[in-house]
Nanobody, 124 residues
Framework: QVHVAESGGGLVQAGGSLRLSCTAS???????????LGWFRQAPGQERSLVGY????????YYAESVRGRFTLSRDSAPFTVSLQMNDLKPEDTAVYYC??????????????WGQGTQVTVSS
């Protein structure tokens, strides 16, 4: 079992930046190298969709096409923490962002470990 929690988020104007952090608390004290930490987002009336994830072992990343080149995932120096740096934000990025942990590749239907979500609002 892995508990995850988000921090960050807020309100920003279009073109601005925000940074989200996701910290995992694995009951075993370790995250399997085959697992990933990542982010999904859900706007009102829409399904939850993948933003991107970082594979824990190889430290490789995957991004959805809509955020590629603007968002960057990285491992923090803090234990079991992954940050999502979001640049050049657009109004269509407005959503509740959820941290997730699970076997890679991350797929919403297979996730059992979700964070509580954090609101990101981008004004035009």
């Amino acid at each position: 079992q892995v508990h995850v929690a988000e921090s960050g988020g807020g309100l920003v104007q279009a073109g601005g930046s925000l940074r989200l952090s996701c910290t995992a608390s694995p009951a075993s004290g370790r995250i399997l190298s085959s697992w990933a930490l990542g982010w999904f987002r859900q706007a009102p009336g829409q399904e939850r969709s993948l933003v991107g994830y970082l594979r824990w072992g190889p430290r490789t990343t995957y991004y959805a096409e809509s955020v590629r080149g603007r968002f960057t995932l990285s491992r923090d120096s803090a234990p079991f923490t992954v940050s999502l740096q979001m640049n050049d934000l657009k109004p269509e990025d407005t959503a509740v962002y959820y941290c997730a942990a699970g076997p890679a590749p991350l797929e919403a239907g297979r996730i059992r470990n979700w964070g509580q979500g954090t609101q990101v609002t981008v004004s035009s």
